[in-house]
Structure formats: structure tokens, C-alpha cells
């Protein structure tokens, strides 16, 4: 099997984890709206609020956990963890019989997710190759978007032929068996190389090195300078570089990734994903949509973003991040100023479903296509690739904790928002995917192909304001060092071969 194929094969198992979180964005908003739920339950909308929110609140914490974790335990035992802890969480949803019993199960699964969504996407860049780290890390995304797509369909067939409290446990219950399967056969798969080189393991490191480049070749040219390079930036981590929580923000070049990293999570929450994914009922209601046809469509909208998720993996390498970035954050930013207009000129009262309904759905799809192709993939991709290898960990629990903290906040505010002050919250998206694509315009350095070795040159040298620089003046072409190494081994080689 080439090498490429495998890392990429490693990365869609340990991805397993991202379908946990992505089938829970999509099925929750069926739990929420289901007929038996409200029966049951009676929940107000600050309570069907609660319900969604402490998912992510939850995670929060597994995500803040996962940093100390995933650093002291490996990636292989941090991922194993969090599928244990989702699926008590899981079973605990699914054998709820009052509100209570469901808050709990929400929020224990939560804390499991934070787990695996913060250390999966560090775990897949730290095994893949420069070439193709993007489409790697990427499947993150795409991963929570399968999730998301059996959702769609499981909770609208079960809306839609079950009466009883097996229209919302079913579909939660089944988001127990990829758990089952990630948690039973991570450790047959390896541990991070650099992570066992960091923790003074080099020469394991050095055949997982082999095993993930090279089929098992310890000897390999590019291995051998691969494995250099990473020991000889370990040892200038160790002596120059952050090492633990406080120096993330002491030290520039270290508090510079963090602030990015951080703010490219907070920011991709502020598209507005969440709040369309978590409560699409309510949402497609202000226009007169029933519940039954918003959940269909919405599973619609999962195949759409599958699509747009596969594109951005086979093509974020050879795009790259700034461009896709700052201009998908543009297209959000059209597509929801569009949305608002038709919320505001056709509310449910103008029976408006059919004409402005279909026109809302379809800036709702293409919305959906442009946040899967350019920034839900990217939110993932780029804080996992620009810390080193001694903080990374550190640095993307840091991030990923940013992300669940303002998806929990529009968890819990969204559905009051729809109902209280309607169509003018979409405003609020509008205004933040523009400031969104300005900002990354102005700080976001290219690190496409880029080793993770050269992550310290770049933002250590790189101006704050990119716009107008010469990247040659901060570019260390650490790619081109290893090759140049590789190249040396071969001819050593060749020579003794001959002689």
C-alpha cells in the first residue's frame, strides 16, 4: 500500500470520532422538535436550549481536559478515552426518562466529544505528510459531516413513522455503535511519531516513522531526514520554546498561534452553522416551513455539505488556506443577507412557505456549500498544523475549548433569539462572516505544504499584518532541507553500494 494511501486510511478510522460529534449537530434538532419529546417532557425553550447546550458545554471541558491528556497519555489513549466517556454519556441520552437524566447523559457525552475533536485533527496532522496534511486533517470535517448526513435521514425517518419515545431515542441510541468501534480499535493503529520522539521513545518514533512513509523502511532517505529534522526542532523546542499553558501566552511566537488559532474557532461558530444546524425547526418555521419537510430538507442540506467537505480535502492542498477562507466567509456573508431579507419581507403569517420558503432553502444550501468547503474544514486544519510539536496539544485544546464555548452560547440563545426577536438575529452572522473575511485578510499567514517543523519560523518572523509582505522573507524552506537531506542519504547509499 503507498504510504500516502495509508496515512490517509489511519486518518478516516481515527476521523470515527468526528462522525460522533457531527451525527449529534444533526440529530439533536429532531430530539428538540419531536412530537413525543414535547409530550414528555414539556420543555420550554430555555430548558430545549439547556439540552443542547450542555452537549457543548460538556465538550468544552473534554476539550481543556484532552490538552494535559493527550500530551501525558499519547494521541492513541486520549482518542480511546473519549469514545469511553461518550458512550456512557450516550447510553445515559437514550435511557433517559426525565429532563434530568437527559442533561447528564448530554453533558458526560459532551465532555467525550471535546476529547475527541480536539485531539483527532492533531493526531491526523502529526502522521500525514507536508503534501497532503490538509487533506488529512481535513477529514475532520467531512468525517462530522457523514455524521451529520446519517443523522439528517435517521431523524427525519423516525420523525416521520414513529409515535412513540422511539421517534428521538432510536436515532440517539444509534450514535453509539461508531463509538463502540473507535474505542475498540484505536490501539491497533499507530501512536503519533512525534509524539514519541518528544517523550524520549526516538526509536519507536522512528519505526512508526517508517511504517506511516516508507512501509517499514527505517533506512529510507526520507524518513531518516524526516526523523532528523523533527528530533533536531524537538531539541530547540525543549530549550527555546513554550512548554507549558502560561508560556502559550508569554512567549510571541507561541501567544501569536494561540490568539489565531482561537480566533479561527470563535469565528467560524459566528458563521452561523450551529445556530441552522441546532435549531432548523424553529429556523425554517419563521418562514412557514413545517417541521417535517425543515427536517428533510436539512438532510438535503447533509448531502450538499458531504459534497462541498470531499471537494475541499482533494483541493485545500493546491488552493490553500487564506484564499478559501477569507473568501468563503464572503460568500456566508451574502448568502445570510439574503436569508434575512426573506425572514423579514415573508414571515409565517403571509403563508409565503411556498415561494419564499424555496428561495430561503436554497440560500440555506448554498450557504451550507460554501461553510463545508472553505471554514469548517479550515477551522480544523490550520490550529492543528501551527504549533509545534511540545504545545500543540497545549494550543489546539486551548482552541478547540474557544469553539464549544461560543457553540454553547448560540445553543442556548438561538431558539429565544427566533422567537423573540426574530429575523433581525441573522443580522448578527451577516455582520460577523464580513468582519470574519477582513480578519483573516489582514493576520492570516499561507501554510499550506509547509513541514510542521517550519511553524516556528513562519510565526516567529512573519509580520502581523500579512497583506504586502514578501513571504520569501519569512519562508525558512524547511521542505526543501529535508529533500536536500534525502537526496545526501541516497548518494551515501549509492557510493557504499558501489565501493
Known amino acids: ?30 430530539v428538540v422538535g419531536g412530537t413525543n419529546y414535547a409530550e414528555l417532557f414539556h420543555a420550554n425553550a430555555a430548558q430545549n436550549g439547556a439540552v443542547v447546550s450542555l452537549f457543548t458545554g460538556g465538550a468544552f471541558f473534554g476539550a481543556g481536559f484532552a490538552g494535559a491528556v493527550g500530551d501525558y497519555l499519547g494521541r492513541r489513549l486520549t482518542i480511546l478515552t473519549g469514545a469511553l466517556l461518550f458512550l456512557i454519556g450516550g447510553c445515559i441520552q437514550t435511557a433517559a426518562q426525565t429532563l434530568n437524566y437527559l442533561y447528564g447523559g448530554r453533558a458526560i457525552a459532551g465532555l467525550g466529544v471535546g476529547f475527541l475533536t480536539m485531539i483527532i485533527p492533531v493526531y491526523q496532522s502529526e502522521i500525514a505528510h507536508p503534501s497532503i496534511r490538509g487533506r488529512v486533517t481535513g477529514l475532520q470535517q467531512f468525517m462530522l459531516g457523514i455524521g451529520s448526513f446519517l443523522a439528517g435521514w435517521i431523524s427525519w425517518g423516525c420523525f416521520v413513522n414513529l409515535n412513540n419515545s422511539a421517534q428521538w431515542r432510536v436515532p440517539l441510541g444509534i450514535q453509539n455503535f461508531p463509538a463502540v468501534v473507535l474505542a475498540a480499535l484505536i490501539l491497533f493503529f499507530p501512536e503519533s511519531p512525534r509524539w514519541l520522539i518528544d517523550h524520549n521513545r526516538a526509536d519507536e518514533g522512528l519505526r512508526t516513522l517508517a511504517e506511516l512513509h ?3 523502511d527505517i533506512n529510507d532517505s526520507w524518513v531518516r531526514a524526516e526523523f532528523a529534522q523533527i528530533q533536531e526542532s524537538i531539541t530547540v523546542e525543549h530549550e527555546q520554546e513554550a512548554k507549558s499553558y502560561l508560556e502559550l501566552f508569554t512567549n510571541r511566537s507561541a501567544f501569536r498561534r494561540l490568539f489565531l488559532a482561537c480566533a479561527i474557532q470563535a469565528a467560524t461558530q459566528m ?8 435549531f432548523s425547526i424553529t429556523i425554517f418555521a419563521n418562514i412557514g416551513i413545517t417541521a417535517d419537510n425543515a427536517l428533510k430538507y436539512q438532510a438535503i442540506n447533509n448531502i450538499l455539505a458531504l459534497v462541498a467537505q470531499a471537494a ?19 460568500f456566508n456573508c451574502l448568502m445570510f443577507l439574503i436569508a434575512t431579507v426573506l425572514l423579514a419581507k415573508f414571515p409565517p403569517d403571509t403563508n409565503s412557505g411556498g415561494t419564499a420558503g424555496w428561495g430561503f432553502i436554497i440560500v440555506t444550501w448554498l450557504y451550507n456549500i ?29 482552541a478547540t475549548m474557544t469553539s464549544f464555548a461560543f457553540n454553547t452560547m448560540i445553543g442556548q440563545v438561538t431558539e429565544i433569539a427566533m422567537k423573540t426577536v426574530t429575523w433581525r438575529y441573522y443580522l448578527l452572522f451577516v455582520i460577523c462572516n464580513f468582519t470574519n473575511a477582513v480578519f483573516f485578510y489582514l493576520v492570516l499567514p499561507e501554510t499550506k505544504k509547509l513541514p510542521l517543523e517550519e511553524m516556528n519560523y513562519l510565526f516567529t518572523h512573519a509580520p502581523w499584518i500579512v497583506p504586502g509582505t514578501d513571504k520569501a522573507k519569512y519562508s525558512a524552506n524547511l521542505a526543501a532541507d529535508v529533500e536536500r537531506r534525502a537526496a545526501e542519504l541516497r548518494e551515501k547509499i549509492e557510493v557504499h553500494e558501489v565501493n
Open 1 to 30: 500500500m503507498k504510504p500516502h494511501t495509508y496515512q490517509f486510511l489511519v486518518g478516516v478510522f481515527a476521523s470515527m470520532g468526528s462522525v460522533l460529534y457531527g451525527y449529534d449537530l444533526g440529530v439533536i434538532a429532531s
Open 271 to 278: 458563521t452561523g452553522v450551529s445556530a441552522i444546524q441546532y
Open 370 to 398: 460554501s461553510f463545508s468547503f472553505a471554514c469548517g474544514p479550515l477551522s480544523w486544519i490550520i490550529p492543528a498544523e501551527i504549533f509545534d510539536t511540545h504545545t500543540r496539544s497545549k494550543g489546539v485544546s486551548i
Open 312 to 330: 475541499c480535502m482533494f483541493l485545500i492542498d493546491k488552493f490553500g488556506r487564506r484564499p478559501t477562507i477569507i473568501t468563503g466567509n464572503l
Open 214 to 216: 516508507a512501509n517499514g
